[in-house]
């Protein structure tokens, strides 16, 4: 267990749907990460927060939201879901935003879009 | 599992011989690297690193190498075992961007 835990573990819903992928934070760890992984492309960073603000952001769709909670827990929402945003999500954590120390990540969360 | 459906490059080693897992980086700025080793069914676990004012770093059967000259990063593990089969992706950093990943490469390993 790396101590970042990711919900839901596998999620299936229909095209132009909504869904919330949840986060919580290794312990102590201030800033968070989501990446999404699909079958051509290796890791792609979506968006960072860091104690609640929003730190970087990557290559994420506009139909793509999160935030990051005073608890330090985090929510990605993907909304209108298209087939081609059938991925591995993870999430992934960090002391702090400016850390050269790696980064924990989750088990991530298998999205299927049918 | 997750990652075995990820179109990767493979590299098949004999059990117990070494194995050499290469990767391009792109930004010559780039000053931390990390290889990251992914199993079926997990997410990412850190490997070792290293910082651009070093070009070798050894931990236990892993040695990471680092040629700024032409981009390029090397994992070395010694001994593959069973257990070392896997996807390895390397990760560059711009400090204090985040994590940039390569594409990863597929190590299997023959019994």
């Known amino acids: 267990d790396s101590g970042v835990t990711q919900t839901p573990k596998h999620l299936i819903t229909a095209t132009g749907q909504r869904v919330t992928l949840r986060c919580s934070p290794r312990s102590g760890d201030l800033s968070v990460y989501w990446y999404q992984q699909s079958l051509d492309q290796g890791l792609q960073f979506l968006i960072q927060?860091?104690?609640?603000?929003?730190?970087a952001k990557g290559n994420i769709l506009e139909r793509f939201s999160a935030q990051q909670f005073p608890d330090l827990h985090s929510e990605l929402n993907l909304s209108s879901l298209e087939l081609g945003d059938s991925a591995l999500y993870f999430c992934?954590?960090?002391?702090?935003?400016?850390?050269?120390?790696?980064?924990?990540f989750g088990s991530g969360t298998r999205l299927t879009v049918v | 599992g997750e990652s075995v459906g990820l179109h990767l490059p493979t590299l098949s080693v004999q059990e117990g011989d070494n194995s050499i897992i290469n990767c391009a980086y792109s930004n010559s700025a780039s000053d931390y690297f990390i290889w990251y080793k992914q199993e079926s069914g997990k997410g990412p676990q850190f490997i070792i690193d290293?910082?651009?004012?070093?070009d070798k770093r050894q931990g236990q059967r892993v040695t990471v190498l680092l040629n700024k000259t032409v981009k390029h990063l090397s994992l070395q593990i010694a001994a593959t075992q069973p257990g070392d089969s896997a996807v390895y992706f390397c990760a560059e950093n711009i400090h204090p961007t985040p994590l940039v990943f390569g594409k990863g490469t597929r190590l299997s390993v023959i019994a």
């Open positions: 290293i910082r651009s004012n070093m």
């Open positions: 992934a954590s960090s002391v702090a935003p400016e850390t050269n120390y790696g980064y924990t």
């Open positions: 927060y860091y104690n609640g603000e929003e730190r």
